[in-house]
């Protein structure tokens, strides 16, 4: 079965100042997706960035970024010019489309991201 | 219209009720999730809909009941729960379920906060 990890329970950073979130995953499969999802403390989850795993090239949207390493199953998060909007608890996730994790959808622990003013 | 709408926000029931929580969306999609979430802890998938059929029962048991009159409805049926079950239960959806021609991602409503007395 696929596994996804966030070693970081919590995180804090400085307004305007940037963040790295870990994720590391294990799979067999070589086709699947990978997201970052935000949920703030009024709780609706919010899709974040996505990376396709055949794309070699790192996804970016505005502010945040991330470091897909395939090869290491490494899909690192980072969030530059932090805004105290920002503050949420991060989960990575995977998403398989064969095998056994067909259509699933496996989450990390995830990390509670604060900013401080 | 990208929006997962669930009711009610807020439920409280006895151990002997019977209700229904309710999921709503109108971008077409053609599958549709159930996740139980615990306080700082990951959503976990309980259903999933894909075309209207239940493709995936993650071994949830049977005082669930979910039910998918249409491609925009997803419920969820309640009967007999216990204290344990209190917990956030987030409905999704996403285009597909497995290879998505889209990007894959699920979208997330606010979820339905339940408390079993």
């Known amino acids: 079965a696929q596994t996804v990890t966030q070693s970081q329970p919590e995180m804090s950073v400085q307004e305007a100042e940037t963040v790295t979130l870990s994720c590391t995953y294990d799979?067999?499969?070589?086709?699947?997706?990978l997201f970052w999802y935000k949920q703030p403390p009024s709780r609706q989850m919010i899709l974040v960035i996505r990376?396709?795993?055949?794309?070699?090239q790192n996804a970016t949207e505005n502010r945040f970024s991330v470091n897909f390493q395939k090869a290491a199953k490494s899909f690192s998060l980072k969030i530059s010019d932090s805004q105290l909007g920002d503050a949420a608890m991060y989960f990575c996730?995977?998403?398989?489309?064969?095998?056994?994790?067909?259509?699933?959808?496996?989450f990390g622990q995830g990390t509670i991201l604060t900013v401080h003013p | 219209d990208t929006e997962v709408t669930q009711t009610p926000k807020h439920l409280v029931m006895g151990m002997t009720n019977k209700k229904s929580l309710k999921c709503e969306q109108h971008?077409?999609?053609?599958?549709m999730y159930w996740y139980k979430q615990k306080a700082k802890k990951p959503p976990e998938l309980m259903f999933v809909?894909?075309?209207?059929?239940?493709?995936i029962n993650e071994s949830v048991p049977s005082r669930f009941s979910p039910e998918c009159p249409n491609s925009s409805l997803l419920n969820l049926h309640l009967h007999a729960l216990q204290p344990e079950d209190s917990a956030l239960y987030l409905c999704?959806?996403?285009?597909?379920?497995?290879?998505?021609?889209?990007?894959?991602?699920?979208?997330f409503g606010e979820g339905s906060r339940l408390t079993v007395l």
């Open positions: 999704a959806s996403s285009q597909r379920f497995g290879r998505d021609p889209n990007t894959g991602e699920l979208f």
């Open positions: 799979t067999s499969e070589s086709d699947y997706y």
């Open positions: 990376q396709e795993a055949y794309k070699q």
């Open positions: 996730a995977y998403k398989g489309v064969g095998g056994t994790s067909y259509g699933k959808l496996t």
């Open positions: 971008m077409g999609h053609r599958a």
């Open positions: 809909y894909s075309y209207e059929k239940l493709s």
